[in-house]
C-alpha cells in the first residue's frame, strides 16, 4: 500500500533544498529568500573540512547499516546509558483528528465533511477521543506508558513547513542554529569514536542530530551493510577498504586532515565489524506492520539494541506523510495506523528483550493543522500534537485541550505547552544532562514534572 504525502509547494522546494543539502557530495543548493539554513548544513568549504563535518561525510557514506553484535570492545559500554528514539510526523500532523472533540458542535460545524463522528475514549479528558486509527497507541496509554500533548507548540507560531520544523530541530524559536538540540546532547556525552551513538535511520542526517564535532551516522537501512566501490570485487576491493582502515592512522600536521583520515578509518572499521550481518529475529515480529520502512527501523533498532550496539538517540519518521491538504480522511487514517502499530510492536519488542527501562520515543510533528476544513483537507495551523511512549513516560496529558471557543489572531488552536519545555524535561529527567547549554533559554522555561515517571 503507498503512503502519500499531500505536498504544499513551498514544503516541496524545502525538501528538495533539504535532501540536496544533507547528501554528502552533492554539495550545498541555493537556499531560498527567507528559509533557515537547514541545522548541519550551513558549511562552507572550508568548515566542512576544519570542522565537524569530516565525520559526517564519511558515515553519510553508508546507506544501510546490519544488525549483529559489535565486537565487545565498542558494542558494551560499562553502564548501558538511556536512549531517546525520536519519530517525526513529517507535514503536520493534524491534532484536532487524532484526539477529536467529536462532540463539540464548533467542531462538528468547522469540519463538515472530515469531523470524525465515533472514536475511542482518552482517559484524560472526556471531550476528546481517539481516532480508532490510533488503537495501539491507546492501549498504551491505558498502561500508562503514554504522555500526551494534546496542543503543544510556541508563541507567535510559523506556519511555513521549513521554518517551523527548523526551529523543532535546533530547539528555539529565531533562524541561525547550524546544530540540532540532539546533537548538542551527543556533543556534550558522545565519544569521538562512536559514530553509532547518534544514528539517523534515513539517507540524509536529521538536522536535529547534527553536531558541532561529534561523529552520528546517518543509514538508510537495518540490513545489508557495506560500502560501495569501483572495485568489482576482491583482491582489489579488499585491497582498497584495507589501505582505507590504515588511512586512518596515519599522522597530520592539518587538524582537517587529521580528521578526515580519523573519519575514514572509522569507516572501514564499521564496515569490517559489521559487513556479513544482514539477518535479524524480533521475538514479536508478527506484531510489526508489514512493509512498511518504519516497521523495518524499530525492529532493527530493538535489535542494535538488544545486541549490545552503543546508540543513544535515534531518529525516523513516521510512515507516511502529514501534509493533508486534501483527501486527509483516507491518508490520515491509513498512516496513522501504520505509525502507532508499529509503536505499540517496538514497546512490545523492548519489553520481550529486557530492554523496555532504557528507551523512551518522542513523536512530533513541525506544526498542526487549522479546526476549519478546505475541501476534504486542513491548511496549516497551530497548536500540534506530540507524545511520549515508553515504560518510564508519565501516563498523563499535559497542557490540556484548549477547546475551540477561543482561537489565536489567525484562528487556529491556542498551543498550552512548549515543545522547548518538554525537550528540557526529556534532557534532564530522562537522559540526565543539564538543559541549559543545549536549549537556548533553558532557564526560564517551565519543566513538566508528570512527562517523565
Known amino acids: 500500500m503507498a503512503h502519500d504525502h499531500c505536498h504544499c509547494k513551498d514544503y516541496s522546494r524545502s525538501e528538495l ?9 552533492k554539495g550545498l543548493p541555493a537556499i531560498e529568500t527567507g528559509m533557515p539554513i537547514p541545522a548541519g548544513t550551513g558549511l562552507s568549504r572550508r568548515t566542512f573540512l576544519s570542522r565537524s563535518a569530516g565525520l559526517a561525510l564519511a558515515v553519510y557514506g553508508a ?16 553502564t548501558p546509558p538511556k536512549v531517546l528514539v525520536s519519530i517525526f510526523f513529517d507535514g503536520g500532523i493534524d491534532s484536532l483528528n487524532v484526539l477529536a472533540p467529536i462532540n463539540d458542535s464548533t467542531y462538528q460545524t468547522l469540519r463538515p465533511t472530515i469531523a470524525l463522528q465515533s472514536g475511542l475514549g482518552f482517559s484524560e479528558d472526556s471531550s476528546l477521543f481517539w481516532n480508532s486509527s ?36 535546533i530547539g ?13 546532547y551527543i556533543e556534550q556525552v558522545g565519544a569521538d569514536n562512536n559514530p553509532l551513538q547518534g544514528v539517523s535511520l534515513s539517507n540524509e542526517l536529521s538536522p ?3 553536531t558541532p564535532s561529534k561523529p552520528v551516522a546517518a543509514v538508510e537501512s537495518v540490513t545489508d551493510y557495506d560500502l560501495w566501490s569501483w572495485a568489482g570485487g576482491d583482491p582489489v576491493e579488499a585491497n582498497m577498504f584495507n589501505s582505507l582502515g590504515k588511512i586512518g592512522g596515519l599522522p597530520s600536521d592539518s587538524p582537517a586532515m587529521t580528521q578526515a583520515r580519523r573519519a575514514i578509518g572509522q569507516t572501514e572499521q564499521l564496515r569490517e565489524q559489521l559487513s556479513g550481518f544482514s539477518d535479524f529475529t524480533s521475538p514479536v515480529a508478527s506484531l510489526y506492520p508489514k512493509n512498511t520502512e518504519l516497521s523495518d527501523q524499530l525492529s532493527g533498532l530493538a535489535a542494535m539494541l538488544g545486541a549490545g550496539l552503543p546508540v543513544q538517540v535515534a531518529t525516523m519518521s513516521a510512515v507516511g506523510g502529514y501534509d493533508t491538504h486534501e483527501d486527509e480522511a483516507t491518508t490520515l487514517s491509513s498512516n496513522l495506523q501504520g505509525t502507532c502499530d508499529a509503536v505499540l510492536a517496538f514497546q512490545r519488542d523492548l519489553e520481550a528483550r529486557g530492554l523496555d527501562d532504557r528507551v523512551l520515543v518522542e513523536m512530533w510533528s513541525e506544526f498542526g493543522r487549522r479546526p476549519e476544513e478546505n475541501g476534504g483537507g486542513t491548511d496549516h495551523g497551530a497548536g500540534g500534537l506530540a507524545f511520549v511512549v515508553g515504560k518510564h513516560a508519565g501516563g498523563t496529558m499535559i497542557g490540556g485541550f484548549p477547546g475551540l471557543s477561543t482561537l489565536d489572531p489567525q484562528d487556529n488552536l491556542l498551543h498550552t505547552s512548549d515543545f522547548r ?30 512527562l517523565i515517571d
Request: overall charge negative; some cysteine.
Open 17 to 25: 533544498m533539504r535532501q540536496a543539502a544533507a547528501q554528502a557530495g
Open 63 to 78: 546507506t544501510r547499516l546490519p544488525l549483529s553484535a559489535f565486537e565487545t570492545g565498542i558494542a558494551h559500554a560499562d
Open 134 to 169: 490510533a488503537a495501539s497507541l491507546r492501549t498504551l496509554h491505558g498502561e500508562d506508558k503514554v504522555t500526551v500533548f494534546p496542543a503543544i507548540g510556541y508563541t507567535s507560531p510559523n506556519q511555513s513547513h521549513f521554518t517551523s520544523r527548523h526551529y523543532y530541530e
Open 172 to 184: 528555539e524559536v529565531q533562524v541561525g542554529a547550524n546544530t540540532g538540540w540532539l546533537g548538542r
Open 208 to 210: 536535529s542530530l547534527a
Open 421 to 450: 519545555s518538554m525537550y528540557c524535561t526529556l534532557l534532564e529527567s530522562w537522559l540526565g544532562v543539564d538543559a541549559g547549554p543545549i536549549i537556548p533559554g533553558a532557564d526560564s522555561l517551565p519543566r513538566y514534572s508528570t
